[in-house]
T-cell receptor, first 111, second 115 residues
Framework: QKEVEQNSGPLSVPEGAIASLNCTYS??????FFWYRQYSGKSPELIMSIYSNGDKEDGRFTAQLNKASQYVSLLIRDSQPSDSATYLCAVNRAGGFKTIFGAGTRLFVKA | DAEITQSPRHKITETGRQVTLACHQTWNHNNMFWYRQDLGHGLRLIHY???????NKGEVSDGYSVSRSNTEDLPLTLESAASSQTSVYFC??????????????FGEGSRLTVL
């Protein structure tokens, strides 16, 4: 079992719709959770971090964390073609600074 | 502005040759990481360092080595390049002091082809 699992996609949504990206992790002692966005041919960039159960909103992005289910999600509201990218879920274990990534979900937003 | 730079950005080498990828950060971060990215595998951790003279193996460390002689640099060396090491390599850093150590800053990547 991979430590961090994501559906590879591609996930295709029309412009203006909500895109929902999901991630599960295997290590119950994980403490910190992140979403990175990676455009084709570019390096990953952090877009959201979440540490507590519940929702965290930042503009059009909402991260959701459920530690009991070991589940993290990212919602993108009012999706734009510029949101088309690969979204990487990442997890930090408790007591360490080592970040483990999922394989990523490719998102296409159709104009 | 602080940044993290990698060199070379592109390299083609032959099987068996030694290759070194450079990573230099001006964030003054304690933590530095090397990842490789391959289709279907995402980012996999090769080696990491929590400070000067500290190095640790990641999940795919065989055939790679690193050294940390100062805060700014973490070069990655492939002792004897193999075709399986053809990949895109990303260097990243994070700051211990802020407590948000999972916030990684990435370099632009180095694309290595081993023929």
């Amino acid at each position: 079992q991979k430590e961090v699992e994501q559906n590879s996609g591609p996930l295709s949504v029309p412009e203006g719709a909500i895109a929902s990206l999901n991630c599960t992790y295997s290590d119950r002692v994980s403490q910190s959770f992140f979403w990175y966005r990676q455009y084709s041919g570019k390096s990953p960039e952090l877009i959201m971090s979440i540490y507590s159960n519940g929702d965290k909103e930042d503009g059009r992005f909402t991260a959701q964390l459920n530690k009991a289910s070991q589940y993290v999600s990212l919602l993108i509201r009012d999706s734009q073609p510029s949101d088309s990218a690969t979204y990487l879920c990442a997890v930090n274990r408790a007591g360490g600074f080592k970040t483990i990534f999922g394989a990523g979900t490719r998102l296409f937003v159709k104009a | 502005d602080a940044e993290i730079t990698q060199s070379p950005r592109h390299k083609i080498t032959e099987t068996g040759r030694q290759v070194t990828l450079a990573c230099h950060q001006t964030w003054n971060h304690n933590n530095m990481f090397w990842y490789r990215q391959d289709l279907g595998h995402g980012l996999r951790l090769i080696h990491y360092s929590y400070g000067v003279q500290d190095t640790n193996k990641g999940e795919v460390s065989d055939g790679y080595s690193v050294s940390r002689s100062n805060t700014e640099d973490l070069p990655l060396t492939l002792e004897s390049a193999a075709s399986s090491q053809t990949s895109v390599y990303f260097c990243a850093s994070s700051d211990t002091g802020t407590g948000d150590t999972g916030e990684l800053f990435f370099g632009e990547g180095s694309r290595l082809t081993v023929l």
